[in-house]
């Protein structure tokens, strides 16, 4: 590919993944991160022979992208783990109790009537809302609503509180009332559209085959096995630079970027940085663009991890762990039993918690000390799940500003982000602000990214 030279602006799993596919199409990239290591938000710390996660702890399945690129890599071959799903019972808090979810849930969607109908976390009214649900007609809705909207309608309030709200902070640290039903749940779109019942489409799912391993998949040696063998295969095509890319402008025959003063060119830009960066560095070039970037929201995290040996535990630690629904919570949204997710991350004789602090507490904590944050969370597994041992290792991570929320409407401000993109020659946008949160979802945008750039006319 003569003359190509690709700028890379983020060296997190999006930036990363379109350097290896860049590399595929032989085309050469430099890959500009300012933090000091390669990853992004995917970090893993080992603790004890432990393997805590400092942001994601897995990906999931059902989408291939991440599949497809592990079976690619040498260092990841054989090194592929899932989760341990015949403990895959996920617990909501009512009432200050933990009750589990009915069985063969699809997010809020039951998949088997007579388990949701058996659940004590919901009442009748709501169960005649799952027995009514089937018969509801296709519908068309002419514009987005919220998730709220669109639960509330298929099945009421109660099951937007107890299944939905819970669900959704635990994943976008989100606000049901005002996250878009066709961004977040477009399958559950889909379903309306074509048969009408959400139930019954979650029901075909399951008689089509659906996925019989592991709903989520991880790496022997923990997420950041899967960053670090890109940084380690995508070196001889792309010169890493650990830098703080300040500005961006156009030149003559592609992009320049701003480091320490300096200006490196290249024939193509591509930003893998999260949307409101990708808006500071293109104010002074493509203003319209910078100003539909700059007003996608972020949310923020925080997880604290707790390291026990077993033998000090007590509590309540049946299944994967449990959702904290808004009107129940004080500080944590959900925690997560790493020992019974992902057995093999924990040695024998340890047993190991995650919790996460999600907005508008993540927000309103951010003055606070990690000790603080600590004592919070530990202050709500003690009263939720009965747990108070002493843990032997604590590690607290904060990633302000680090989830982007698809808001009503966001469907449309991606097609406006992609057609005022698309003006700009060269230019491209990675990261999970647009097409999908998920790590899978990164994969695939820098996939097909670096496929444009290599097309004759990329
Ligand atoms: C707490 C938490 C838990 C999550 N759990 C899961 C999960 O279990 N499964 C899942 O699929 N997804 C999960 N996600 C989402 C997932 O982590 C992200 O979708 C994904 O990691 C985003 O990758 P990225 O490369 O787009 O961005 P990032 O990882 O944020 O990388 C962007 C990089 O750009 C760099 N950068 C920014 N500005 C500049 C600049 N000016 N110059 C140079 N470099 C710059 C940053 O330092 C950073 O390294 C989670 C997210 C959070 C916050």
Redesign the pocket.
């Known amino acids: 590919m003569n003359g190509r030279r690709v700028l890379i602006?983020?060296?997190?799993?999006?930036?990363l993944s379109t350097a290896y596919y860049l590399g595929k199409h032989g085309i050469p990239s430099i890959l500009?991160?300012?933090?000091g290591r390669l990853?992004?938000?995917?970090r893993t710390d080992v603790v004890e022979g432990c393997q805590l996660e400092a942001?994601?702890?897995?990906?999931?399945a059902t989408k291939p992208a991440v599949t497809e690129l592990a079976d690619e890599l040498p260092a990841l071959a054989g090194q592929v783990i899932g989760s341990n799903d015949r403990g895959r019972r996920i617990f909501i808090v009512r009432n200050s109790r933990l009750i589990p979810m009915p069985e063969g849930m699809s997010m809020m969607v039951p998949g088997r009537m007579l388990a949701a109908l058996r659940s004590p976390l919901i009442g009748y009214q709501t169960k005649l809302r799952f027995l009514t649900e089937i018969r509801m007609r296709p519908r068309k809705r002419r514009s987005d609503v919220s998730i709220s909207e669109f639960i509330g309608d298929h099945f009421g309030h109660e099951a937007v509180r107890y299944l939905t709200e819970p669900l959704l902070s635990g994943v976008f640290g989100g606000d049901s009332a005002r996250l878009s039903a066709r961004s977040v749940l477009p399958r559950f779109l889909q379903y309306e559209e074509k048969m009408g019942s959400l139930i019954r489409g979650v029901r075909a799912e399951g008689r089509s085959g659906g996925a019989k391993t592991s709903l989520f998949r991880s790496f022997r040696g923990g997420m950041q096995a899967l960053t670090d063998a890109l940084a380690d295969v995508i070196q001889s095509n792309t010169r890493i630079l650990f830098?703080?890319?300040?500005q961006v402008r156009r030149e003559e025959n592609g992009w320049g970027v701003q480091v320490d003063g300096e200006w490196i060119t290249g024939s193509h830009l591509v930003l893998?940085?999260?949307a409101y960066?990708s808006a500071g560095?293109l104010a002074g070039v493509a203003p319209a663009l910078c100003s539909e970037l700059d007003v996608i929201p972020y949310s923020s995290?925080m997880?604290v991890s707790l390291l026990y040996r077993k033998a000090d535990l007590n509590g309540d630690l049946r299944g994967f762990g449990f959702l904290v629904p808004r009107d129940e919570r004080r500080t944590i949204a959900a925690a997560t039993w790493i020992h019974r997710k992902f057995p093999s991350r924990v040695q024998p004789g340890f047993a190991a918690v995650r919790a996460?602090v999600v907005d508008p507490e993540a927000t309103a904590l951010v003055a606070a000390s990690a000790n603080e944050v600590t004592g919070l969370a530990r202050g709500d597994l003690a009263r939720l799940a009965t747990f108070s041992a002493d843990p032997m290792a604590i590690r607290f991570y904060a990633?302000p500003r680090?989830?982007p929320q698809y808001l009503v409407g966001h469907g449309q401000r991606v097609a406006r982000i992609q057609a005022l993109t698309a003006q700009q020659n060269g230019l491209y946008l990675?990261?999970?602000a647009f097409e999908g949160?998920?790590?899978?979802?990164?994969v695939r945008l820098g996939k097909e990214t670096a496929k444009k750039i290599a097309a004759p006319n990329g």
């Open positions: 602006i983020g060296g997190g799993i999006s930036g500009l991160e300012k933090s990853g992004g938000l995917i942001g994601p702890d897995s990906y999931i830098k703080e890319a300040s893998a940085c999260p960066v560095l995290a997880l996460f990633w680090s989830m990675v990261s999970n949160i998920g790590i899978p979802d990164c």
